[in-house]
């Protein structure tokens, strides 16, 4: 089987422009949601109570909500959670009262208006750990960006850590714009989801800036254009292949992993998607106008080059 | 060309059975099982035990499967839960006769229902988080602040005393915060209590300034006695916890400091938090007491008359009775330290107690009183005394430094200086964090993750052998070879595995077969550029390997940054994701070469490869 024929180079670059228009586009659309609209941060960051209660019934939402109602505690959410039986109570911490004594309460008023009432988990966190995940989720996010920038500096050029890390950081603003859009919860594994595509999504540019500096060394008079096209068509059907896999992949943690891990997959699904489109037309083009050249790459092993033209393996040497 | 030499097989053939082997235990699951700890540090579990254990467990008819002794734990493995339930019974009932003074825990575990064999090659299942076997997590938060403004209580009141034994006058001396600051009408007086501060409290550093007519001396806690306090109370705090826990009969509980001023507190299996919460939240008293020694008394300590009026009878550690007056001398609040040592005059072992200004005072003024007398220590917990030790008085002690000595040995100098101090708190601590997670929930999560992976697994096989046919099904092995490495490597590490761990196996799979996809794509891109099979197959992977390298470190730089930064559920998603990509680096590339070269390396004529379609230009 074989899904790409391809007989002549994609004129990607071409279309650069539209391209990035199209992702600058979805990238402002993306950032006014995270103004407008803001994230929907989970209790670990916000601080606060969750329980997860479940019934033998379909349970009735609003009466849930009186009966919480009733004690006195303001600001509370009540959501199904992957069952219709299944019920989640988000509420904001109350100064003065210990998290232990609210969600007492709560689940005695519970089991009062129905027996079958069962505590399947609760979560409490302080407002000071909320802080701090907010923080340590930046500067793990700084941590990745710089530790990126290093690498690809390294093993490429400057230009193309630049190139990489704007198109895949864009991909990162996107996911969080939809959490925005859709007011999707925000918590640690969504975060943990994020970082990882961050990860994820700047192979795919590697592969593809591996193939720009093979083919910079292969065919010397090709033009850059030429070169990009031809590197982003020749990758094209690998890159198809990989994401496909591991949506494979992430499409099961969807359909299996239950509500825990839905936001999880969710996020990683957004991240493949646009991770494709970024590296493939975003990452390229800007390293195309960043100025990648010739002599960028290969000026360390000219003189290798000058004398084995075919030996076009000889920067990959680790 | 394509030939691996035979140590590469061979690391191969290693690498498959090690993974094999240490992989197996997660195959047999659990069975349930009783554990047996020491609740008091002054008792072991040891071969003694065992054998009370076995004869209970004798008359009771019962037969355990395997009995295990390590580390300081006894564990019984039965075969089903009906028998478990008898045998807890049966051991509480040996070994507890009394349950309000447990020397032992017995508490109910699941243990691997792997073969004795397997357990003495240290192979054990992965070691499942909370989230999938349920229980309860606590972070806590000690209030250091408190813990030094209680220091500098002590110490103010040291001061006092101290200027007044040396006839210093001052004319007020008031804390603020952990600040202590000690007003003098002239500048002479000022530095002579500065001269006594700076000789007689190395914890404390001064500075003086002029206020109005007054004279101002202010001290606070050096930075080094600062850290020293923090880190007691740190400790102090912990051991607490570890006596109190040890009430609750869990099997294996973790009591973790996190960072300079934080505890964790897991409980496996604990269902019930209100109780839980109950009992890390209270406070245990200290008390010292006289103890009467009339004749009446003695015969009420033998169990030979009633107690005489205003006395209490008590139990010491040996179980022997000690009748002690009701009137309090001190409580715990004057004691600021107990520490282990040695006697100076015989070198027998002891313990030494620090006490507060006003302590000091009061335990001089009755020891003057009462030479010859015993006093009694006690510690209250649950609303119930235990006389921890009831020493003869030698002398009149001033100073405010208590010395409990004879026939002590260093064993018991430790304990009952360990007892002291973790009788109460040494700062107050607060609830940050709290997660419960129901027994069901974690049966159900266990499911939900092996689903979410087993099924994607399936998936991404079934693809890659339509779409690379022979390749597809190397590229197929080497992934469950590297599903079995990983699980193999979280088995011996013993990390624990959560749901966002899970999460991260059925992620990294997924990725690993990244670097099949470019391996098979550049074989086949060689063969299309008209190369022959064997050096398509060779090119295929050399010219693959700097790629994947590349994409793999970007990868793993992500996957360090949640190791470092990430808490909690993602710092369980990075550990896996992290080794996960560790592992395919060896299955994806090194394993499944060794492969492709076992079927196709001899074949010096090789006329076709099976990849699928290549189609030719």
């Not at chain 1, 519970?110 to 966190?125: G, P």
């Not at chain 2, 003695?298 to 179980?319: H, K, L």
Request: with cysteine; charged share 20%; proline share 3%.
């Amino acid at each position: 089987m074989e899904f790409f024929k391809i007989k002549k180079d994609i004129p990607f670059m071409k279309h650069a422009v539209a391209f990035n228009a199209i992702s600058f586009i979805t990238f402002v659309a993306a950032v006014f949601f995270l103004f407008s609209r803001g994230l929907h941060l989970s209790v670990e960051f916000t601080g606060g109570t969750l329980m997860e209660v479940s019934y033998s019934q379909p349970a009735d939402l609003n009466a849930v909500r009186g009966q919480i109602a009733k004690l006195g505690f303001s600001d509370v959410q009540v959501q199904n959670f992957g069952t219709a039986r299944d019920v989640m109570i988000r509420m904001p911490a109350v100064k003065g009262q210990s998290s232990a004594q609210q969600s007492e309460q709560v689940l005695t008023a519970l089991k009062e208006a129905d027996a079958a009432a069962q505590l399947r988990r609760t979560e409490f966190v302080g407002p000071q750990v909320g802080d701090e995940l907010a923080a340590d989720g930046l500067k793990a996010l700084a941590f990745v960006v710089v530790g990126i920038m290093i690498y690809l500096a390294m093993r490429f050029e400057w230009k193309f850590a630049v190139a990489a890390i704007i198109a895949n950081l864009h991909d990162v603003v996107i996911i969080l714009g939809f959490f925005a859009f859709f007011q999707w919860e925000f918590s640690l594994p969504v975060l943990a989801a994020v970082l990882a595509v961050l990860g994820y999504s700047v192979n795919e540019s590697v592969v593809i800036f591996d193939r720009i500096r093979e083919n910079f060394r292969r065919y010397r008079k090709m033009s850059t254009v030429e070169i990009i096209d031809n590197a982003i068509t020749s990758t094209i059907s690998r890159t198809i292949i990989t994401h496909g896999c591991t949506q494979l992949m992430v499409l099961s943690m969807l359909l299996f992993g239950g509500a825990t891990l839905h936001y999880f997959a969710l996020a990683l699904t957004i991240g493949i998607c646009f991770g494709i489109y970024s590296s493939v037309f975003v990452a390229a083009a800007i390293a195309m106008w960043l100025g990648i050249r010739r002599e960028d790459l290969i000026k360390h092993h000219g003189n290798k080059a000058a004398h084995d033209p075919e030996d076009e393996n000889s920067g990959a040497v680790v | 060309m394509n030939r691996y030499p035979l140590w590469k097989y061979a690391i191969i053939v290693i690498a498959l059975l090690v993974g094999s082997l240490y992989t197996l235990p997660n195959f047999f699951g659990e069975a349930p099982a009783v554990q047996v700890s020491a609740a008091k540090s002054s008792v072991k579990v040891d071969v003694g035990v065992q054998e009370r254990v076995q004869a209970a467990l004798a008359a009771a008819n019962l037969k355990p499967d395997v009995m295990t002794l390590d580390n300081g734990s006894l564990k019984v493995r039965f075969d089903n839960t009906d028998q478990q339930l008898k045998a807890k019974d049966a051991i509480q009932l040996a070994l507890v006769p009394d349950a309000n003074d447990a020397s032992y825990v017995v508490a109910l575990n699941l243990l691997a229902r792997s073969p004795a064999w397997l357990t003495s090659l240290n192979a054990a299942p992965m070691y499942l988080g909370l989230d999938l076997r349920g229980g309860v997590h606590f972070m806590l938060q000690v209030d250091m602040p408190a813990a030094l403004t209680k220091k500098a209580e002590s110490l103010a009141g040291d001061i006092r005393s101290g200027l007044r034994e040396k006839n210093v006058r001052h004319s007020g001396i008031s804390r603020n915060a952990q600040t202590i600051e000690i007003r003098f009408r002239d500048m002479e007086t000022l530095e002579a209590a500065q001269r006594v501060i700076q000789d007689q409290f190395l914890d404390l550093q001064t500075t003086s300034a002029a206020d109005g007519a007054d004279f101002k001396l202010t001290a606070v806690i050096n930075p080094v006695a600062a850290k020293r306090v923090q880190e007691q109370a740190i400790k102090q705090n912990i051991t607490t916890l570890h006596n109190r826990i040890n009430e609750l009969g869990v099997a294996e509980p973790v009591i973790q400091q996190q960072g300079t001023d934080r505890i964790v507190v897991q409980l496996p299996g604990v269902q019930d938090t209100a109780k839980a919460k109950d009992i890390l939240g209270r406070t245990a008293t200290l008390e010292i007491r006289m103890v009467d020694d009339s004749a009446e008394a003695r015969s009420a300590e033998f169990g030979n008359g009633p107690v005489p009026f205003g006395t209490e009878r008590f139990m010491d550690r040996n179980g022997q009775a000690v009748i002690v007056k009701k009137q309090v001398i001190l409580t715990g609040e004057n004691l600021t330290d107990a520490q282990p040592g040695f006697d100076t005059q015989n070198q027998e072992a002891a313990v030494h107690l620090t006490l507060d200004a006003k302590g000091a005072r009061i335990f001089k003024d009755v020891t003057r009183e009462s030479v010859g007398k015993r006093m009694a220590i006690l510690l209250f917990e649950k609303g119930k005394g235990e006389v921890v030790t009831a020493p003869v008085i030698r002398s009149e002690i001033g100073g405010g430094r208590v010395q409990i000595s004879g026939r002590m040995s260093t064993v018991e100098a430790n304990d009952t200086a360990l007892l002291l101090r973790a009788g109460s708190l040494a700062a107050p601590m607060e609830i940050i964090e709290e997660r419960t997670i129901g027994p069901s929930l974690g049966a159900e999560n266990i499911a939900k993750g092996f689903d979410s992976v087993t099924w994607g697994f399936v998936a991404v096989t079934v693809f890659m052998c339509i779409y690379y046919m022979l390749f597809g099904v190397f590229s197929s092995v080497a992934l469950a070879v590297n599903l079995l490495l990983l699980v193999a490597v979280l088995s011996m590490l013993q990390a624990t595995l959560t749901l966002p761990g899970m999460a991260a196996m059925a992620l990294v799979l997924g990725m690993a077969i990244d670097a099949n996809v470019l391996i098979n794509e550049r074989v086949r891109e060689e063969l299309r550029n008209g190369a022959s099979p064997q050096s398509a197959i060779h090119a295929g992977y050399d010219r693959a390997w700097a790629t994947i390298l590349d994409s793999n470190v970007t990868t793993l730089i992500a996957g360090l940054a949640l190791l470092a930064f990430g808490s909690g559920p993602v710092r369980g998603f990075a550990v896996v994701h992290c080794l996960g990509i560790l592992t395919s680096m060896f299955s994806a590339v090194f394993f499944s070469r060794g492969l492709v070269n076992v079927w196709y390396g001899r074949k010096k004529k090789l006329q076709s490869v099976s990849i699928g379609t290549v189609w030719r230009a």
